[in-house]
């Protein structure tokens, strides 16, 4: 294939020329980076363009990682960041260090546009996390615990126990412990236990005959995961203070009592990590019995991990490599327990927490908002309402529901479940109006990653109560975050809707920054309508007139916007481009964003995770720019602006800019019509994340990633804590040490 060189970008509109808001965010800390790129004539880039996905989403998790060390966070928050970093590595080898496996086992081959092979990703990926997984236990020991013991916090070993702490736990294993363990020996009869993914287990060296005269030396004992990993020790122990003894200890010094007359000679704790993905048919008759059999393969998929602890001998580690067909590569030797997703760290300590805050109720719904007799309908039907989470409660969605389940003017109510949870209030209201008449339709996604169980029950409720359960379209994840409500008023059909950024989960809200708008807007109330007509019924794709609908136009729409500010651009005009998303991997997206960087416009990317664009690089992408928020509440809101000349674009939307979302999900994106609403997205959504300088960090060119700093004189910006301070009155943040 012939190549032709990009040419250079345009010169930058003059600084004269700039808004507040462009001078505000003019903050990079990023030098260009000499690439030698080159640009296909079909208008592809070459692979050296691009940033592998799987390194990119590594990198995240050590953004993440690097929170637990941050002194502006509390102490029982930098734990709560370690305990994240390990949670986040679990799901990164079960998914994506577990299809790179599969990828290696059906050939070396890429399919990526970077062009890395699997088994050069995979090398790349060990060496990382290796390092760091070695600094995660470093921060754990040097750091997190002995601050955590100078709060009468402490995990004690075993060698730190009292006498009287000792015959406690003593006891509590022969009453608690061993009643519900299961050695299980190692020899002819007995071939090596089938262990569930990512469980506790301990590898057994002994010495001596058993009670049938065998000469067996080795053993595994599997810890239930009925059993607590941290156990609290009693108050009159321990004056009250908050002492613990890992689980791991109690076995380890009391083992023995499972080989009686036999010699324990050594006992080593290990952990397995599996692939933990599930594949579906296109062609399943019956997707919920097919997704709830692929569940028990989930927990003994291949393996991808083996997980010891530093002083284990390495003839068990061989010996554990060899049974499980991993190579040394696979083998992490960790100092302290090898799962530290169940270190215990939700102790009631306000002052090692972040400070709690009231979440508000927005305006348009509070009581004093209301005359008598007056709903959530009638301020819906004043004006569109916006809500952003967390700042803002989740309670509105909730209410919502529930008058309509009880409102005798509703005569329907559809809404997409993505994750709600079996014990979500949303639920708790679908089923209630069901039983009250209501005509209640559920599309549920059964295949949302770990939730796939707890959708099946939340199916299953919903069907009991009378409700219409649909499991969205085969092939096709329903990601999109939609509520309908169609009630009579004065002899005529109004519609109601809820769309959001993120899910129907009660949690997560209070966690997550993400934002709901409430409308009756007749053109996007139709579009809602025609798109639950698609998920439930056949036919062709929905006609829709306002909202951006994947699989089938979001995709075409944004080439179509960029394409316009690329246009402008050329034009001479202003053009200005501001994505916030999770993720940006969609490689057409991406070309499209390095042409339009080359035209002269703006780009500005929020990605909280995942970038296969490469920004400021030296022809390629200098106008593009890409910084990542890692903060208290996980960043979880997608925005995407262009300034189209003036005519400004505003939407928000469930798709990240992924190849999965925008192709093989269904997701909407809606815009923000009403001027005050626009201006607060823009101005809370983007640009104060634009404007951290001490939370945030920037993507280089190289790929890899560089903490913003406040520039000496600059004042620090935090955007979560501006937006606390902002819209909840929090005045007393902890703060960052450049501010004290």
């Known amino acids: 294939m012939t190549t032709t060189t990009a040419n250079k970008h345009n010169e930058t509109k003059d600084k004269s020329q700039q808004t507040d808001a462009d001078k505000a965010v003019s903050n990079s800390v990023v030098e260009l980076t000499t690439l030698d790129w080159e640009r296909y004539e079909d208008g592809t880039y070459s692979p050296n363009s691009y940033i592998n996905r799987e390194l990119s989403w590594l990198q995240f998790h050590l953004r ?62 060990s060496d990382v996390a290796h390092d760091a997984i070695e600094e995660q236990y470093r921060i754990l020991n040097e750091e997190i615990l002995p601050a955590l013991a100078e709060e009468d916090i402490r995990y004690l070993k075993r060698d730190e126990l009292t006498p009287k702490q000792a015959q406690w736990m003593k006891e509590y294993f022969i009453e608690q412990v061993m009643p519900v363990l299961t050695p299980i020996s190692i020899d002819p009869a007995h071939p090596f236990p089938r262990l569930v993914n990512k469980s506790l287990n301990f590898m057994v060296s002994l010495e001596g005959k058993d009670a049938f005269g065998r000469d067996i030396n080795l ?8 059993l607590p990993r941290v156990i609290r020790l009693p108050d009159e122990l ?24 036999m010699s324990v000679t050594g006992c080593n704790q290990f952990r397995l990590t599996r692939n933990a993905d599930l594949k579906l048919s296109d062609d399943v008759e019956d997707i919920a019995k097919a997704l709830e059999g692929e569940l028990d393969n989930r927990r003994f998929g291949d393996k991808v991990r083996l997980e010891v602890t530093t002083n284990c001998p390495k003839e068990i580690s061989d010996y ?15 100092n302290g327990p090898v799962n530290l997703t169940r270190l215990l760290f939700d102790f009631d300590i306000p002052k090692l927490r972040f400070q709690p805050f009231s979440h508000i109720m927005p305006k348009p ?6 005359d008598k007799g007056e709903s959530m309908f009638t301020a819906i039907r004043r004006g569109d309402v916006l809500v952003h989470h967390p700042f803002e409660s989740f309670n509105p969605v909730v209410n919502m529901i529930w008058q309509a389940a009880n409102d005798p003017k509703v005569l329907a109510i559809k809404q997409t479940l993505y994750r709600s949870g079996k014990n979500s209030e949303i639920v708790k209201a679908l089923a209630a109006a069901a039983r009250n008449g209501k005509e209640v339709t559920a599309i549920i996604e059964l295949r949302a990653r770990f939730d796939e169980a707890s959708n099946i029950e939340v199916a299953n409720m919903l069907q009991e109560a009378g409700a219409v359960v649909v499991y969205g379209i085969v092939g096709y994840k329903t990601h999109a975050k939609l509520m309908l409500i169609v009630r009579r008023e004065d002899n005529k059909i109004r519609r109601y809707v809820h769309l959001g950024t993120g899910n129907y989960h009660e949690g997560n809200a209070k966690a997550y920054t993400d934002y709901g708008l409430f409308t009756a807007d007749p053109d996007i109330s139709e579009d809602v309508h025609k798109i639950f007509q698609e998920l439930t019924g056949m036919g062709k794709a929905a006609n829709v007139n306002k909202l951006l609908h994947a699989p089938f136009t979001l995709h075409t729409q944004l080439m179509s916007f960029i394409d316009d500010e690329i246009a402008n651009a050329k034009a001479g005009k202003k053009a200005h481009i501001i994505v916030k998303c999770n993720a940006l991997t969609e490689r057409n997206l991406i070309d499209k964003l390095y042409d339009a960087s080359q035209a002269g416009v703006k780009i500005e990317l929020i990605l909280r995770s995942m970038s296969c664009i490469r920004p400021q690089v030296k022809g390629l992408s200098e106008n593009i720019t890409v910084r990542s928020v890692v903060g208290r509440f996980l960043e979880h809101t997608r925005v995407y602006y262009f300034y189209n000349g003036g005519e400004e674009r505003l939407y928000c939307g469930s798709a990240d800019w992924m190849s999965r979302n925008l192709f093989h999900r269904v997701e909407v994106a809606f815009p923000v019509e009403d001027r005050k609403l626009f201006k607060r997205v823009y101005q809370d959504g983007l640009i104060s994340y634009l404007k951290d300088n001490v939370q945030a960090w ?11 700093q406040p520039k000496p004189g600059e004042t620090p910006f935090i955007a979560q804590d501006y937006l606390l301070q902002k819209i909840n009155n929090v005045s007393d943040i902890v703060a960052h040490p450049a501010q004290q």
């Open 64 to 125: 993440v990682l690097a929170q637990a060390t941050n002194p502006s966070h509390p102490l029982l928050e930098r734990l709560f960041f370690l305990i994240i970093f390990s949670s986040n590595m679990d799901e990164f080898f079960e998914i994506r260090v577990a299809g790179l496996m599969q990828q290696l086992n059906h050939g070396n081959i890429s399919h990526k546009p970077d062009k890395m092979r699997p088994s050069e990703v995979l090398q790349e990926i």
């Open 219 to 226: 053993a595994v004992v599997p810890a239930p995961r009925s």
């Open 238 to 261: 321990t004056g009250g203070k908050e002492h613990h003894i890992m689980l791991s200890a109690v076995i380890h010094e009391h083992v023995g009592k499972l080989f009686p007359g």
């Open 320 to 334: 554990l490599l060899n049974e499980f067909g991993l190579h040394e590569k696979q083998l992490y030797r960790v």
């Open 365 to 370: 719904f509070r009581r004093e908002s209301f």
């Open 698 to 708: 920037e993507l280089k060119g190289d790929g890899s990633w560089q903490r913003i």
